[in-house]
Each structure stands twice: as structure tokens, then as C-alpha cells.
């Protein structure tokens, strides 16, 4: 087993067939993890001067069995921080790609060594709690901090067809949704649909983009990847991807050809991922989103395939829910300029979890409002 990293566009360039192949031969490989998702993470990023490639890969003998893909960057005075490459939004699962023969703790803190060589602060969102990457970061001896995260899952294999599987639901919650759904369809003509042509695909994204801006301002937050002109681009790239591994597909929930809620899921061979979903606020009342997310349960399990609404805790993943699984975001410090920088975020982090588990939930909340008032007050 030998350990190499391509640091270069040409050496990344290179591993685009074996990358391929071993992304085919590992059953539960994310569309996320492929070759062709990584290349637009880097191609369609703005890169800075000082950005650079640092992709991890273990062979045995000529066959790739490995590969960690990340970029490191490093804006003027500031320490060099390690991300996986992705679409930049930092939202897809961060698993190394690996072979049977090289899921084990050595060969991962072989990789994880070679990784942290010549950075700061290395950043891994959302590794599966067990896994032996997250063992070889444990025992790293480095300075190192966990943000552990839950992840929510509708399996099909509760259930023999999809009317046994909804079933399971309590029975007011399903008459819920038939009632919606009957109201909805008595406004027009209701579809749920999967874009194919790239003209459908373009106009999905377009109003998921325009969602997600209005909603961001309604709720007073901010996200700068969902405004910049990268983020379209990488978008429209990633439509155009399909293998046998998967593809990013864009879903609608449409009353009379136009969008009540979207989906931007990607699809492999085991599961669909659920990863941005907005829907239109004049439509509330209907609960297009909680229709929408049914819709996409029933065609992932009329695929054999797993429904995941991914991570971040929130009311309507823990209502459709039948399994979850731990997964959790890591930050290592690896030299004294990466513990400067990175330190007072956490204790600022430390400090906010022992507010949470000392203040009940009424003194909580007047306290963030009153500390959002004060931002508002400086101009935040």
C-alpha cells in the first residue's frame, strides 16, 4: 500500500479512470464521492492565488483503493484551512472513498497523515461516528474538536409496498396529507416531476436559488454560496452528470406547470439524498414541502432505494423518519498559527453549550433574542 497526494490539476486530471472504476465497484458509493462531482467542485470554484488541489489516494500496487479529495486555502493573513472539495456549500457527506482492503485505521491514519502535512486547520463535515477515519482523527494526537450531528432516513425495507410503509404513520398525520393534497388539487392540475432536459433542469434551479435567497432574507440570515454565479454554474454542470453510479437530480412539485416546492437530491445505487428543498410561501397553508417529501419517499422506494433527508435536526425529518444515523463535523488544529485562529470559535462553542445546558428553554430564548437585537443594533 503506498500513499500519494495530486496536488496539481494534471496529476487530479490523471485518476479520472480509476477514480471511476473504484467509485463502480463500491456498492454504497455517494454520487457525492465521484470523480466527475470533485472535478466541478474544483473547476467551478473561484479559486484564490494561494488554492491549491490536495487530493489523497492509496494504491496496492497499480490499483487505486483510496481517494480523499480536498482543497486548501489560504486567504492573505490567514492560516491554511482544508475543505472537501464539493459543490461549496459544505453540506455533503465527507467519507473517504475506500476499498474493503483499505477501510481499515491504519491505512486511514496513513492517509490522514499524509492529508495534514503543510496546514493549519483541517475541517471534515459529517463522517459516520464509528467509521475508521474517524478513529484515525481520534488518535491523531492532535488538537481536535467534534460537532456530532444526526442524520434522518425513511428505509424501505420496513415494509413490503408503499401503503404498508405509510401505514406506519399515525393515522391523523396521514389524513393530514390526503386532505392537503385533495385541497391543493382542487386549485389545478398537481404533478410531481423530475427535470430531464436541460431547459427543465435550468428553470428548477433557477427558482430553487430564488427560494432559498427570499427565504434566507424573510428569516434574517445570510448565505453567500446560494448568490454566487459559481453556484448556478455548478448546478447546470452537475445536471448534466449521470453514470452508473448516479446523477443529481432536480425534483417539482408543480400545481398548473409551476413550482410549489423543489428538491435537489442525488441518486446512487442505494439511496436518494435529499440536499437543498424549498417551496413557496404563498402555498403554506397546503404544506407543499411536507407533500413534496412524500412524493420523493414514495419514488425512492419504488426504486429499492433509502430516502435520506441528510443531517440537521428539524420537526418534519423526525416525523417521517423511521431510522437515523450519527454521524459528525471535525476540526483539527494542527499547528499553533491553526489553534490562534481556530481557538476562540471554540470556546465561543464550548461557552454556548453550557449556556444551552444550564438556562431553561424560556431564558434561552430571551436570550437570543436579546442577542439579536444587539446585532441589529451594530449594524450586523
Not at 474544483?42 to 484564490?48: K, M
Not at 482543497?71 to 459544505?90: A, E, M, Y
Request: proline share 4%.
Amino acid at each position: 500500500m503506498r500513499i500519494e497526494i495530486a496536488e496539481t490539476v494534471q496529476t487530479f486530471t490523471a485518476l479520472a479512470g480509476a477514480w471511476r472504476k473504484l467509485a463502480s465497484e463500491i456498492p454504497d458509493c455517494h454520487f457525492t464521492q465521484t470523480y466527475d462531482w470533485c472535478r466541478l467542485g474544483w473547476e467551478r470554484r473561484v479559486l484564490h492565488p494561494n488554492d491549491k488541489l490536495r487530493c489523497v489516494t492509496a494504491w496496492e500496487e497499480e490499483k487505486l483503493v483510496a481517494v480523499w479529495p480536498f482543497i486548501q486555502r489560504r486567504k492573505s493573513g490567514k492560516p491554511r484551512r482544508l475543505d472537501p472539495i464539493g459543490c461549496g456549500l459544505n453540506e455533503e457527506y465527507a467519507d473517504p472513498l475506500l476499498a474493503p482492503i483499505a477501510d481499515n485505521l491504519e491505512t486511514c491514519k496513513q492517509i490522514l497523515q499524509a492529508l495534514m502535512r503543510g496546514s493549519d486547520i483541517l475541517h471534515v463535515q459529517f463522517l459516520v461516528e464509528g467509521s475508521n477515519m474517524q478513529k484515525a482523527i481520534e488518535v491523531s494526537r492532535r488538537v481536535h474538536h467534534a460537532v456530532p450531528i444526526e442524520s434522518f432516513q425513511t428505509d424501505r425495507r420496513s415494509a413490503p409496498n408503499w401503503n404498508a410503509f405509510m401505514s406506519a404513520y399515525p393515522s391523523k398525520f396521514r389524513a393530514n396529507l390526503r386532505s392537503r393534497r385533495k385541497h391543493l388539487s382542487e386549485e389545478g392540475i398537481l404533478t410531481f416531476e423530475l427535470a430531464e432536459s436541460a431547459e427543465d433542469q435550468a428553470v428548477v434551479i433557477d427558482w430553487i436559488l430564488d427560494q432559498k435567497q427570499a427565504w434566507l432574507e424573510r428569516k434574517d440570515k445570510s448565505h453567500h454560496w446560494f448568490h454566487k454565479p459559481e453556484t448556478r454554474a455548478f448546478l447546470l454542470d452537475a445536471a448534466t452528470l449521470k453514470d452508473d453510479v448516479g446523477r443529481m437530480a432536480l425534483f417539482s412539485l408543480k400545481l398548473n406547470g409551476v413550482p410549489l416546492a423543489a428538491a435537489l437530491c442525488t441518486v446512487d445505487r442505494t439511496s436518494i439524498e435529499m440536499q437543498i428543498t424549498t417551496f413557496d410561501p404563498a402555498y403554506s397553508r397546503f404544506s407543499p414541502g411536507n407533500l413534496m417529501i412524500q412524493d420523493l419517499a414514495q419514488w425512492g422506494f419504488e426504486r429499492q432505494l433509502v430516502f435520506d433527508m441528510r443531517t440537521l435536526k428539524s420537526e418534519y425529518k423526525e416525523r417521517w423518519a423511521n431510522q437515523s444515523s450519527k454521524r459528525a463535523s471535525h476540526f483539527l488544529l494542527l499547528t499553533a498559527r491553526g489553534i490562534a485562529n481556530f481557538g476562540p470559535v471554540l470556546l465561543l462553542y464550548k461557552g454556548m453549550q453550557w449556556i444551552e445546558a444550564t438556562l431553561s428553554p424560556e431564558d434561552l430564548l430571551r436570550l437570543k433574542g436579546t442577542a439579536k437585537r444587539m446585532l441589529h443594533a451594530i449594524g450586523r
